[in-house]
């Protein structure tokens, strides 16, 4: 199936460095999602985009609805150890289709 | 709020056996479920939608038949893979959509790894 463009595949930083990854696509969405997934266990939403041009916070993370509908990035501040894991971004379509079109993930480590 | 709960977390069988897994929304309801598969390393892949009251809607690729799903309530969906062979050995995520606002957000489960010898 249809997959989003999500760079970078990994990334290897040092504890309280800023992290930024992103996420391109061809097809327009109209709702953007960011999940964080850890091994072994189930992605858990960080953050949900609703419309294009939007800017949302929850705690060190930010993230933003491209302008174009065709883009997402999210940013985390001052990283630490447990934001280790893999950061998904997600494209939801509109009206009564729900279904979600995953990027392939970027893998997170933090060096303490 | 928004809690999603899978049972059971892991589970190993014998080739040839069937094996359900439960999928709970366990503090709203959901009309629509959503069966993912993912293998290591990789991204989710979509298997099926689950829909309370109907059938569920396969991904092309997916055997309608090897994994059947049942969307009994509001708050309850089950996968079963029957007839299990070594190569259906997976994680297995579900998620629940949550109606808001401005739409329905997909709120996962915490997955269950399926080991069939």
């Known amino acids: 199936g249809q997959q989003l463009n999500q760079s970078p595949q990994s990334m290897f930083i040092q504890e309280g460095e800023d992290v930024s990854m992103n996420c391109t696509s061809s097809?327009?969405?109209?709702?953007w999602l960011w999940y964080k997934q850890e091994p072994g266990e189930g992605p858990v939403l960080l953050i949900a985009l609703y419309k294009a041009g939007e800017l949302t916070s929850n705690g060190r993370l930010t993230a933003q609805f491209g302008i174009t509908r065709k883009d997402s990035f999210l940013n985390i501040s001052a990283s630490i150890p447990s934001d280790v894991g893999i950061y998904f971004c997600a494209g939801q379509g509109g009206g009564s289709n729900y279904k979600l079109t995953f990027g392939k993930g970027t893998l997170l480590t933090v060096n303490p | 709020g928004a809690v999603v709960s899978q049972h059971p977390s892991r589970v190993i069988c014998k080739s040839g056996t069937s094996v359900k897994i439960e999928c709970r929304s366990l503090d709203f309801q959901a009309t629509t479920m959503f069966w993912y598969r993912q293998f290591p390393k990789q991204s989710l892949m979509l298997m099926a939608t689950?829909?309370?009251?109907?059938?569920?809607?396969?991904e092309q690729g997916v055997e309608k038949d090897k994994f059947l799903i049942n969307h009994a309530s509001l708050t309850l969906s089950t996968l079963t893979v029957t007839s299990a062979h070594p190569e259906d050995s997976s994680f297995y995520i579900c998620?629940?959509?949550?109606?808001?606002?401005?739409?329905?957000?997909?709120?996962f489960g915490p997955g269950t790894r399926l080991l069939v010898l």
């Open positions: 689950s829909n309370e009251g109907s059938k569920a809607t396969y």
């Open positions: 097809s327009i969405f109209n709702t």
């Open positions: 998620s629940a959509a949550r109606r808001d606002r401005v739409g329905e957000t997909q709120y």
